[in-house]
Structures are given as C-alpha cells and as structure tokens.
C-alpha cells in the first residue's frame, strides 16, 4: 500500500497510542516528522523522541507525556494542510490555536516554526498541523 501523506499516517498512529495510553509510539522517520517531533517535545507535549536508524528510512521512538492522574497532555493532534489542499497563512493572518493552549506548526522560508514563533518573526507559510 503505498502512502500519500506521511505526516497525516504517523500523526494518526500517535493519537492512536494516545488512545491506547500507551507510554511510547514507533513512527516512521522523515525529516519533517523529526522537526515536528522537535516542536512539540520543545513545547512540552511529549517527553521525548529519539531516532532509530535502520538498513530503510528509520524509525522515531516517541515517548509520550502523560500528566499525575493519568490523561494525556496531548489532547489532539490535527493535520491542517494536506497533499490536496495546502493550507497557506500570511504573517498578519497567523492565528493563535486553543487559546493559546495549542500550537501551530508552520513550514516557512525560516524553516519550521510554532504559531508564536512565526507571529514574533513576521513569517508565514504552510501550516502543517496543530497540536492541543
């Protein structure tokens, strides 16, 4: 079966984890997969990753976050822009996610960056997920 949106398959295998509560999740390894993984252990919402090498791609070893009584500290993960559908935001047009609870990754000129980020650079570009 081959895949067409990788980013979309290995963020669905990790809310499936979450599902599951499981303690950790093996995903398929991209570059852009590890700059998202980056992010969101840089923003707390998981414990950490680390990178597999193997004879093929590789594989990235997450390790998921869970709070004192037992729930998730990822609420959603969700995948904005898609193969069909880029989704593009301009630097005034940058939003803040859930109040500022969640974040937005965004592929710009700059490479990949949070919602705040972008907004405190003045950059915009693809928004590739969101993170709650």
């Known amino acids: 079966m081959s895949v067409t949106d990788l980013i979309s398959d290995q963020l669905t295998v990790v809310r499936n984890a979450i599902m599951s509560r499981k303690k950790t999740v093996t995903i398929k390894r991209s570059s852009m997969l590890e700059g ?3 992010i969101i252990k840089k923003e707390g919402f998981i414990e950490n990753y ?3 090498e193997d004879t093929r791609q590789g594989k ?3 390790y998921l ?3 004192e009584d037992g729930t998730s500290v990822i609420e959603n993960l969700k995948r904005i822009s898609t193969p069909g559908l880029r989704k593009h935001v301009q630097a005034k047009d940058v939003k803040e996610v859930m109040g500022g609870v969640g974040i937005s990754i ?3 000129s700059k490479g990949l960056l949070t919602d705040r980020e972008a907004r405190e650079q ?3 570009g693809e928004v590739i997920c969101q993170v709650w």
């Open 106 to 108: 965004i592929s710009t």
């Open 65 to 67: 976050k869970w709070t």
């Open 36 to 38: 998202i993984m980056d």
């Open 60 to 62: 990235i070893k997450v």
């Open 50 to 52: 680390q990178v597999i």
């Open 122 to 124: 003045g950059v915009g």
